[in-house]
């Protein structure tokens, strides 16, 4: 058995092999670059250049096929996202239109989830099926996982039985799994050929991934046994056994496993391709560094988002999709703004009496926000990759803690003496100074503890952290700040 049934035909020859390996090993290929040099559509400020994103647009006005071809022929799949995304709404689906069979299916990977989707819906099942069938598996399922369960079997349908289980086999992973990130296009042989056996193979079959690093080895049922990385195959004398050079396989990676906790595997163990097995320990797939890059980059950009309260939200949703994403956290961060606005009523008759605690009381508020989203931003992505553990934990606390104290009390001497000398007063000023230092406190405690009590009852404090740690500085701000001066002021 050379090779798994969903392999899709290609025809490169092993000189090709090497020379994408060598150029891969730079993080870009030799026809990327040239790509990119010639196109050359971007600005200063890395946006597509007004003049070339004109060009294209009155191509597209006088319907002008080969003229728009002769544009963009050199372009890379992501410069044609970018340039998908510059257009306007009706210009894209029209690009698409009236390139063809011409158009490069993969640019979709590179464009926001709601133009994708406005792409592929104007568009027939039986256009999709058949772009479906030039991409990567990878790609293939990036694209067909957006679309509903009749559509996706509609297109399906229409593939060859072989592709079409593949691609079925990967659809039915979880979403944001390995299995669904994976590419099923690999190379693997059996341990007993020959070194010369693999290099002949690999040289004569026309069934092979366009680009790959690593040779897979298999028994006869598909249990992964161990890889061989290609300049171990060129190192090797042809008689050779390919058991003999192989090495096992110590990072494959379940098919099941969630994307990012792959993705850390790539990043701890320096990967450039990983086996992908199921449940079964079979040989289903190969996750590539380009697909784990995406991952990285998607999920920080989803905690980054998440930490603003903000959602799975794209620059291309409607006013009405965005508004709706947003309202929850404004409603819950709504109800914690009424527990410290009830804070401040209690001390109705000390502001009243005092106006210039009214001006101060947003400075302690403040600090001890902006302290709290230090800390809280510092912890979340500590979680995030897992450096901060209950090995560490303890550590980590007792360093917050630390540094709060320390730059309560920096800012309590600085605010003290602007406040004192601001008012006249050394009592507002030792007031507010010795709320500071409680609020920087409770801040530092509240930007670490609440995210790990999140995280340790299963929420993510990507997304819940902000709102709870927000609402802790300025219940306690405003608490120490008016409590103290009522206690200090005698007043009531």
Known sequence: MAREVGVRPASPIIERHLEALLDDSHGVDKDQRNASDEADIYGEDGAIRSSFLQTISDALERRDPAALKREIEDLHQSEMGDLIEALQPDQRSELVTLLGSDFDFAALTEVDDNIRAEIVDAMPNEQIAQAVQELDSDDAVYILEDLDEADQEAILAQLPFTERVRLRRSLDYPEETAGRRMQTEFVAVPAFWSVGQTIDYMRDDGNLPER?????????????????????VLRSKRGVRIEEVMHETRHAIPATMDQEEAAREFEQYDLLSAAVVDENDRLVGVLTIDDVVDVIQQEAEED???????????????????????????????VTAFLAASVINLFEGTIQQIVALAVLMPIVAGMGGNAASQTMTVTVRALATRDLDIYNAGRIIRREMGV???????????????????????????????AMVINMFAAALGGILIPLLLDKVGAD???????FVTAVTDIVGFFSFLGLASWWFGLS
Do not use: H, Y
């Open 212 to 232: 790959f690093s690593q040779i897979f080895v298999i028994d006869p049922t598909f249990k992964l046994l161990g890889a061989v990385d290609l300049d171990q």
């Open 304 to 334: 980054l988002l998440r930490m603003g309260g903000v959602g799975d939200e794209e620059l291309s949703d409607s006013v009405r999709d965005t508004s709706r994403s947003r309202v929850p956290w404004l409603l819950v961060n709504l």
């Open 404 to 434: 709060g104290f320390i730059n309560g009390v920096l800012f309590a001497v600085l605010i003290g003496c602007v406040a004192g000398f601001w008012f006249g007063d050394p009592n507002i000023g030792g007031v507010i100074a010795a």
């Open 461 to 467: 404090p990507a997304v819940s952290s902000s709102v």
